[in-house]
T-cell receptor, first 112, second 115 residues
Framework: ETGVTQTPRHLVMGMTNKKSLKCEQH?????MYWYKQSAKKPLELMFV???????ENNSVPSRFSPECPNSSHLFLHLHTLQPEDSALYLC???????????FGDGTRLSIL | AQKVTQAQTEISVVEKEDVTLDCVYE???????LFWYKQPPSGELVFLIR??????QNEISGRYSWNFQKSTSSFNFTITASQVVDSAVYFC????????????FGKGTRLHILP
């Protein structure tokens, strides 16, 4: 058990749909992260939250919208996605920024 | 099942010493990718290298070198003449080639370079 749970595990959606990815951590951590992992690219950091405040946004298109309602939950809201957005989306958490990260199993997203 | 083991939880060395971080993996796939990432105190993961399972050549990049040995399922990472800025957590990871639905990370090795 990783302590970081992501749902759903798989998601297939059309380009006009709106969906959300959910991440929940039971580790008492204060920092949470969204990463994108494509088949042929290394991991890309998308967003970082610390104490529910966004501290980093790595030039991610606005069709990805994160939300961190509390320190245990992190969402990634998706709308009007493109085929190139198909990837594995990983959530991670750490006790504080700079501390070791614990990863969830990821959500595999396929855009039709 | 796929698995990545980084047996060294934490390592401390004095600056200018060489240090090797171990990574042992398990997979039944014949085609896969291996990665090393660095996580500095700022928190984000920094990509260091990706190695295809068919390419067993060792690679050197400045003070960094990687030793991929399929026979022992290991992909070790050596830092030569370590510097304080190398202090970080280092993650080894494994993914199946041409599939983005699964990447397995090791638990990481925290490296302290002492001045």
């Amino acid at each position: 058990e990783t302590g970081v749970t992501q749902t759903p595990r798989h998601l297939v959606m059309g380009m006009t749909n709106k969906k959300s990815l959910k991440c929940e951590q039971h580790l008492g951590h204060n920092a949470m992260y969204w990463y994108k992992q494509s088949a042929k690219k290394p991991l890309e950091l998308m967003f970082v939250y610390s104490l529910e405040e966004r501290v980093e946004n790595n030039s991610v298109p606005s069709r990805f919208s994160p939300e961190c309602p509390n320190s245990s939950h992190l969402f990634l809201h998706l709308h009007t996605l493109q085929p190139e957005d198909s990837a594995l989306y990983l959530c991670a958490s750490s006790s504080w920024i700079g501390k070791p990260q614990h990863f969830g199993d990821g959500t595999r997203l396929s855009i039709l | 099942a796929q698995k990545v083991t980084q047996a060294q939880t934490e390592i401390s060395v004095v600056e200018k010493e060489d240090v090797t971080l171990d990574c042992v993996y398990e997979t039944r796939d014949t085609t896969y990718y291996l990665f090393w990432y660095k996580q500095p105190p700022s928190g984000e993961l920094v990509f260091l290298i990706r190695r295809n399972s068919f390419d067993e050549q060792n690679e050197i990049s400045g003070r960094y070198s990687w030793n991929f040995q399929k026979s022992t399922s290991s992909f070790n990472f050596t830092i030569t003449a370590s510097q304080v800025v190398d202090s970080a957590v280092y993650f080894c990871a494994l993914s199946e080639a041409n599939r983005d639905d699964k990447i397995i990370f090791g638990k990481g090795t925290r490296l302290h370079i002492l001045p």
